[in-house]
């Protein structure tokens, strides 16, 4: 059973970078079989996918963020983490981290951590 822990500054001044990491117990993040990323829900609206990490080290971000979004790993730590750069409010929102296990058969199951809530404030 994967779990998911979201940790990180709840407050980011605007133009600053946003930095998130979730830690993950369970499994390794190295582990084939697994994709991991970054939602967001800003309040009042629904939940915005912003990018991915799979096992060989792809990336694939939203095209809205792309510009502005970066997914890395820290394998030592069995962590990944988020970037993003020059945040303004509308970036305020509760950031969630996700792993998606895709084995070769059988179904495929998601994780979540609970979720951070970032609010983006001078």
């Known amino acids: 059973q994967v779990q998911l822990q979201e940790s990180g500054p709840g407050l980011v001044k605007p133009s600053q970078t946003l930095s998130l990491t979730c830690t993950v117990s369970?499994?390794?993040?190295?582990?084939?079989?697994?994709?991991w990323s970054w939602i967001r829900q800003p309040p009042g609206k629904g939940l915005e996918w912003m990018g991915v990490?799979?096992?060989?080290?792809?990336?694939y971000y939203s095209p809205s963020l792309k510009s502005r979004t970066s997914i890395s790993r820290d394998t030592s730590k069995n962590q990944f983490s988020l970037q993003l750069s020059s945040v303004t409010p509308e970036d305020t929102a509760v950031y969630y981290c996700?792993?998606?296990?895709?084995?070769?058969?059988?179904?495929?199951?998601?994780?979540w951590g609970q979720g951070t809530q970032v609010t983006v404030s001078s």
């Open positions: 990490r799979v096992y060989d080290g792809s990336t």
């Open positions: 996700s792993a998606k296990r895709i084995p070769l058969i059988g179904g495929t199951t998601d994780y």
């Open positions: 369970g499994d390794s993040i190295r582990t084939s079989y697994y994709t």
